[in-house]
């Protein structure tokens, strides 16, 4: 039998269980895999989510003593009132403050799909999908498996963030410099719109650990001028 207070899967099948799993949440300090997908969402959630992930939310920060090392939102709808950057926004905060996550999964995540984002809003950047990615990129040096399918990232700033991150490796002569995403091992953008060849470029320049790379259904030549 797993010891629960070494090792929780917590897995949402109720979409308005929210108040529910942060008490659940609050409970399990030792918890490292949290499973949530097709539930709803709030910003408020997310946010307590990395609070308490980053041990900022606890009286004893010792108690969290292996951090979150699998976090899976996929296809989390996000509640009416929230606006879909905010809660990005929200996400990439609480993202940066998982410092250990192995396994990121936020495949077809409400507020980073394409439909909430009219055509317009897509001109004046950034783009809510990509303050996400760019955390993401950026701050989670210890991830491996990563899946945005069907979400609205765009190439420009998987581009970007992956050139930042190798200049900063080589302004130092060890390479020690570096953060970010060097063991990255596994990624999944299919049907992410936005994306073309730069990315797979970018993915494979800034990426060296990287032997699984779906980008099927990418770059609709349309959205992709928009990026």
């Known amino acids: 039998m797993v010891d629960?207070?070494?090792?929780?899967?917590?897995?949402?099948?109720?979409?308005?269980?929210?108040?529910?799993?942060?008490?659940?949440?609050?409970?399990?300090?030792?918890?490292?895999?949290?499973?949530?997908?097709?539930?709803?969402?709030?910003?408020?959630?997310?946010?307590?989510?990395?609070?308490?992930?980053?041990?900022?939310?606890?009286?004893?920060?010792?108690?969290?003593?292996?951090?979150?090392?699998?976090?899976?939102?996929?296809?989390?709808?996000?509640?009416?009132?929230?606006?879909?950057?905010?809660m990005c926004?929200?996400?990439?905060?609480?993202?940066?403050?998982?410092?250990?996550?192995?396994?990121?999964?936020?495949?077809?995540?409400?507020?980073?799909?394409?439909?909430?984002?009219?055509?317009?809003?897509?001109?004046?950047p950034p783009h809510p999908a990509d303050v996400v990615i760019e955390a993401v990129l950026a701050g989670c040096p210890c991830l491996v498996e990563l899946d945005c399918s069907e979400t609205d990232i765009g190439a420009g700033a998987v581009a970007s963030t992956l050139f930042q991150l190798e200049n900063s490796g080589r302004s130092s002569s060890s390479g020690e410099g570096r953060s970010g995403c060097l063991g990255l091992a596994r990624v999944n953008f299919s049907g992410c719109r936005r994306l073309g060849g730069e990315t797979f470029v970018a993915l494979l320049r800034g990426c060296p650990n990287l032997i699984d790379l779906n980008l099927g259904y990418c770059c609709d030549e349309e959205r992709a001028q928009v990026s």
Do not use: N
């Open 89 to 124: 926004e929200t996400l990439a905060h609480t993202l940066a403050q998982c410092s250990v996550l192995r396994t990121l999964a936020l495949a077809g995540f409400a507020a980073m799909r394409p439909d909430t984002v009219s055509l317009d809003d897509t001109l004046m």
């Open 4 to 86: 629960a207070a070494a090792y929780f899967t917590c897995v949402c099948v109720c979409a308005r269980a929210q108040e529910a799993l942060l008490k659940l949440v609050d409970g399990c300090p030792r918890m490292t895999d949290f499973r949530a997908a097709y539930a709803t969402v709030s910003v408020v959630f997310i946010s307590a989510v990395g609070d308490h992930w980053s041990g900022a939310s606890r009286i004893d920060s010792s108690d969290v003593t292996e951090g979150l090392t699998r976090l899976d939102l996929s296809f989390c709808k996000t509640a009416d009132t929230d606006d879909a950057a905010v």
